[in-house]
């Protein structure tokens, strides 16, 4: 009779042809779940009514060109009101199948290596993790985004309840939380590669390693405890509804299930490697394992296997074979061992080990809490006074190890054989070149060889080893290893020149722009209106006020302090007076000269500390169009430097001053079509760094920022590239945390509004990305009364 909440084997399911590597429960049937296999195909069980309670294949999906390692379930929509099921693979593709047809319903294709990891969240969103160490952001089977961040493959995801945040776990041993798009947090504490993460609530997740630990977190970047049980990596966690207790399994060939923080019952498998686990809707516990058998587990006794088939269950657990490297057993002395007579005496713990000599052999038993004896679950092979003077041959040589090595699982695999007074550096580059491997693996290799055979002094081979490339290792080609406001004014004086400020009254100014000049936009707050004025806006936002007068003073007075070589003749200077002049005044009879633009951008170069007030006579002339077309796109490189050389100005620690008016340059830019056109082709580079300065506090910087995303959402608005207005949401999100200025937010808010406007995707993705919530406080705004009035029309957009 099994103990109150211990758990029992309820079934075993064959079906697959090799190693399960996911699982997850599905919406529909009622208490159905799906599986993935190296096997390349993904199945659906059914319980069935049978006398052994068992399950039934119900669907069995193809598609992959190789192995398959991930699988989730999107819920159900009204399109599809029986949910999708999405698997990923090792031909880097995730496929998307209805329960009606074996193929595709459709493909996702972006990733450029292993796809090994899925997580579905609200609005069919769908987040993705690879060996390409990139995660990926998917809606109506587009990629809205690509997460960067982490140095070697991705194996973890998952998307947290609050809209808009991702989680992210890797083999650079780091998770990352991800907002809109953007990494908000680096969590560190873990001493080997992610595998696996786990949500616990809105707050709080659950974290498993390669180090043996179970970590669990709150976003805010604390580790709060760290699980010890395991004996080696720990691949998969599953969480149950009570938000507390949760299950995990690895390579140790256990399932853990833990309650109140304490891992409360193990269960060992007859295979060597326990890829996943999933929670049942009825509280069951289904693992997958290297073995290519599912196997279901209970605590209800109704759904107890039988007595037979239990007594089946352990007695091939007994037959199994440990070898001590994998199993954590230690170094093994046979005349240090007790007998079976050391059985008499109960255990202290469930799962505890304890090992016995029998005859010439070595038996591993473990404690069961539950039937209050002790298990056989394997004899030991490999302890090391049986090795001691055993070689392995290999091409007609001996050594101490052949280690094989699957670089591509499902390939042919490769050895590598070693000795112990081998050079591991020569005999790793020795490996790569006779498999043609590319020389950037030698120092993984090598250092795989000196962990794999560190303090061993072994004659035998070892096939099972943790392999560099796949395997129990799961080593990834390419991976890391870390083994081996302004503050102080710049401007002073009465009358100082301020970069990009208005001009005093009764100065000439440019046209008039509702999102400029010192008035701002305000036409909304003189009358109550439902017609939507603000969005969405396609014509380019342009800073236009300028005084020629007190930049020619402030530039004069900078070249005579310049150093030798950067300072100015007065030819230059006049040059540059009459570019400024010409391009300010609309009705001047002069253009702008081919030798003047040279000059200007020449000296755009200047030391960064005195570069300003050129780059506000740049940021003037670029409204031009004969400058427009010259310095964007005369010729596409001299396009590109310019936009590298204002990128470079923009880095967050550098000058204000500069940052503002780099970014006011890259919004005028859009007045031509030149600009316009180069922009868009930068665009991911551009709004990548803009959105570095969001933490700036300067409130002239960040309404230079929302202007820079209102223009590139103007631009996109009626276009199809969904991956730029992935961008532009992300950006936009991301500068609402931090800006305060109302004339920024509601810029922003019409960037928002211009990138949805008639674009169901991008109201989806904006959704998913939690926009609705984070705007909503905006609505009561009413000073000014534009900022109130722009936020109920982007959230009517998105209802």
Known sequence: MASPNSYKLSCSIPGHEMDVRGLAAAFFPDGAFTSVSRDRTGRVWVPNSSPDRGFTEMHCMTGHENFVSCVCIIAPSDTYPRGLIATGGNDHNICVFTLDQPQPLFTLK??????????????????????????????????MMTLQGHTAAVWAVVILPE????????????????????????????????????????????????????????????CV?????????????????????????????????????????????????????????????AVGASDGLIRVFTEVEDRMASPQDLQAFEDELSKTTIDPKTGDLGDIKMEDLPGREHLEEPGNRDGQTRLIKEG??????????????????????????????????????????????????????????????????LTAHNFLEKNELSPMFLDQVANFIIENTKGHTLG??????????????????????????????????????????GTPTGA????????????????????????????????????????????????????????????????VLESLEKLLVSVCNPCASEQPTTEQISLLWKTSHWPEDIVFPVLDILRLAVRHPQ???????????????????????????????????ALRTLCNCFSGWRGRA??????????????????????????ALATLVLNYAGSLHGQPDLEAKAQCLSVASAALESVQDKEAVFRLLVALGTTVASDQTAQDLAKSLGVMSQIAKYTSVTDPAKVGECCQLVLKELQ
């Open 110 to 143: 972006g990733h450029k290596n292993t796809v090994c990891a899925l997580s579905s969240g609200k609005f069919g969103t769908l987040l993705s993790g690879s060996w390409d160490t990139t995660a990926k952001v998917w809606l109506n089977e587009k990629c």
């Open 163 to 222: 809209q808009g945040l991702m989680l992210s776990g890797s083999a650079d041993k780091t998770i990352k939380l991800w907002k809109a798009g953007r990494c908000e947090k680096t969590f560190t504490g873990h001493e080997d590669c992610v595998r696996g993460l786990a949500v616990v609530s809105d707050l709080e997740f659950f974290s498993c390693s390669n180090d043996a630990t179970i970590r669990r977190w709150l976003v805010t970047g604390e």
């Open 225 to 285: 405890q760290v699980y010890y049980s395991h004996t080696n990596y720990i691949y998969s966690l599953a969480v149950f509804p009570n938000g507390q207790d949760f299950v995990s399994t690895g390579e140790d060939r256990t399932l853990r299930i833990w309650k109140q923080g304490d891992c409360q019952q193990t269960i060992r498998l007859p295979a060597q490697s326990v890829w996943c686990c999933c929670i049942l809707p009825n509280g069951d516990i």
């Open 360 to 425: 010439q052999n070595v038996e591993a038993y473990q404690w069961s809490v539950a039937d209050s004896r002790w298990m056989k679950i394997g004899d030991v092979v490999g302890g090391s006074n049986q090795q001691t003077s055993k070689k392995v041959n290999y091409e007609g040589k001996e050594y101490d190890f052949v280690f094989t090595i699957d670089i591509n699982e499902g390939g042919p695999s490769m050895k590598l054989p070693y000795n112990v007074t081998d050079d591991p550096w």
């Open 460 to 501: 035998a081979a070892a096939p099972s080893a943790a392999d560099p490339f796949t395997g129990s290792g799961r080593y990834i080609p390419g991976a890391a290893d870390n083994r081996a406001g302004f503050g102080a004014d710049p401007f002073t004086g009465t009358g100082r020149y301020i970069p990009g400020s």
């Open 508 to 571: 000439p100014v440019g046209v008039a722009d509702p999102f400029t000049g010192e008035g701002a936009y305000s036409s909304a707050a003189s009358r109550q209106t439902s017609t939507n004025i603000y969005f969405p806006k396609t014509d380019g936002v342009t800073f236009e006020q300028a005084n020629a007068t007190q930049i020619m003073a402030k530039l004069k007075e900078l070249n005579g302090g310049a150093p030798g070589e950067y300072r100015l003749s007065e030819e």
């Open 627 to 661: 400058v427009n077309d010259s310095l964007c796109g005369g010729d596409t490189d001299d396009g590109v430097a310019l936009c590298n050389h204002l990128l470079s100005l923009m880095k967050p620690q550098g000058r204000p001053a500069n940052q503002m008016l």
């Open 678 to 703: 180069l922009l868009l082709a930068q665009r991911e580079a551009v709004l990548s760094h803009a959105a570095d300065l969001c933490s700036v506090c300067n409130k002239n910087i960040h309404i």
